[in-house]
């Protein structure tokens, strides 16, 4: 924001440099962007932060610098105005939409000369970046920039009926704004209307039917109090933005508002003459309710690290407008309405050290950090994404939120979804990793890449049956273009990372299939527990996300929640082996039904003390197999702590495999 320094000297003495008065801006929060000399002013480049919109205008800077330095705040001094005739018998206002505009005020100024404004007010306009229209126009927009309110000024002839009705426009519905934009309005947002039309989109720009030009003798002054929220979808949604808006979209002063348009009525009579009708039309759905905040000085003293005299606390608070009074060793505080960022304790601690100088908070001769140890479930994190990165999965990092179709995608049309109002697409919560991980395998796919395995390890959301919020947990999730075996032994081998002990099965079920093969969609089981699904992306789902078809996907999510409860098991300690150990190559010819983890539980049943690891080599299928039968390669290894193996003794327990295999499976023993 501009502040002319002329400008600011009407209301607040300043007795410093410009550059001095740069840094006395900056230290109080409104950070300095440069110092702008003219001919016949200086202008501050200010910047304002969204919670203060009260320094969006010169009172609010003025009384900030007035409680910074002791001076004196002078805001205008309007009077009592002279009246003829009475505003409530020339117009009428009716809001209908209360929620979306609180407050409205109406006023009449009858007779007056529309021309050019006065050499100061233009010099004034133009240094804070306004060009001058006329006077009429010209002192709502100086009245903006002095109290932060934007009003707006009717050419009261042109209104149907002579009044005002505050509503959302109809579907359909045209207007044409004051800068000549075609404007297509719909229910989602508040115009000003007469009797008959839309003659202004609220909060935001006035319409071309009713401005005021040389011609206009009656003109209507609005003030008012319009939603944040509406206003901003409103001049996101149309591309229009004004100095306005800007100010209705962080927040007006519901109250000053009135003086607002009371001083605009009284530079309008005083620079284009005419008569001021008695009273004001004001609807104000709920009015302002008044609220205390109450300040210990001693925590005061203990959250800034020094002591500030009570004294000099009131003193600061005063400054401010806030009324202080010290009631049982408290400070309790009536905070105005223009400041509606004050709302707690804390928030009169920041003031008290904002004014009082941040510089003065002591700084301690050391920083001391504690260090602690790594805690289970960071570790747990670390350890999984080691492995599966080990496993030749890359990490990805996604946004938390899908659009609504790919909720749907994986039989989640009951996601938690954001109003559409505000968000139309990308507005439902995740319910399981697997979309956002196929879009960035899109990405990649665009950029070249064919081949991905990805992993992310974040929150998902699924919804909660009978209830608002969604059941917000953690999930591994991870996909790739190569083979689903691959995929599932990265998982395997997480799980056994996270505890040796544990065992990841897979139970094909069709019902897991959201979004997935119904001829490949499984359950993942963690120690018989139900822990996840796995499968093939389904053509639908590829198809959606514009992935060829030609390189299929793999996809597999896994609760976090499971793995880390099996975490953190303390490893006892095993001497390294003193004798080699002796390896056997196994290949057994069993039929297709027949899975490597019906054969692993039956070697791992066999009573072999000698027996020190069982691994999967291969599995065969060729001429030399029988049609509906497979050769399964398995290597076993023995070791004995009491002495080197000999090879016959080795033999006999290979024989005691193959005996158990022939008669629980019908295996054969392929030469």
Known sequence: MNVSLNWLTDYVDINMPAAELGELVTRIGLNLEEIIETDTDIVLDVEVTSNRPDCLGHLGVAREIAAATGAAFRPPDIGKLPTKGKTSEMTGVEVLEPALCPRYTARVIRNVKVGPSPS????????????????????????????SQPLHSFDYDKLAEHRIVVRRAKPGELMISIDETKCALDENMLVIADAEKAVAIAGIMGGLSTEVTEKT????????????????????????????????ERGVDPVLLDEASRRACQLICDLAGGELAEGVVDVWAEPWQPRTVTLRPTRCDALLGKVTPPERQVEIL????????????QIVCNIPPHRADLSREADLVEEIARVDGYEKIPVGAKVTHAVRAESLTH???RTIGETMMAAGFDEAVTSTFVDASEAELFAQSDAVRVDA????????????????????CKNNQDA?????????????????AGQSLPNERTELAAVTTGDLRDL???????????????????RQDAAAAGGLTEDTAADLLLDGETVGVIGM????????????????????????????????KVRTYQAVARFPAVQRDLSLVVDEAVTWQHLAEAVAALDQPLRVGLDYVTIYRGKQIPSGRKSVTMTLTYRSDAGTLRSEEADRQVAEVVAAMKEQFAAELRA
């Open 448 to 464: 070249g890449a064919a081949g991905v395995s990805l992993f992310e390890l974040a929150s998902v959301f699924p919804p909660k």
């Open 537 to 568: 992306v389904s053509p639908k789902v590829l198809d959606h996300y514009g992935l060829s078809p030609e390189r299929p996907i793999a996809a597999a999510s896994v609760r976090f929640d499971a793995l880390l409860a099996r975490a953190g």
């Open 217 to 248: 003798s009656n003109v209507l002054i609005e003030a008012a109090q319009f939603d944040p929220l509406t206003t901003r979808r409103t001049s996101r949604k149309l591309q229009i933005m004004s100095d306005s808006n800007y100010r209705f």
């Open 421 to 440: 109002a505000v968000r139309k697409t990308n507005n439902a919560l995740r319910a399981t990793l697997v979309p956002s991980l196929l879009r960035a």
């Open 488 to 506: 599932r032994g990265a998982l395997q081998a997480v799980a056994r990372r996270v505890d040796a002990d544990a065992r990841l099965e897979v």
């Open 120 to 147: 100061w007010m233009v010099e004034r306009l133009e240094a804070v970046g306004l060009r001058s229209i006329n006077n009429v126009v010209d002192v709502t927009n100086y009245v903006l920039m002095e109290y």
């Open 318 to 329: 005063a400054g401010l407008g806030l009324e202080p009074k010290i009631v049982d060793r």
């Open 379 to 381: 570790r747990t994190r």
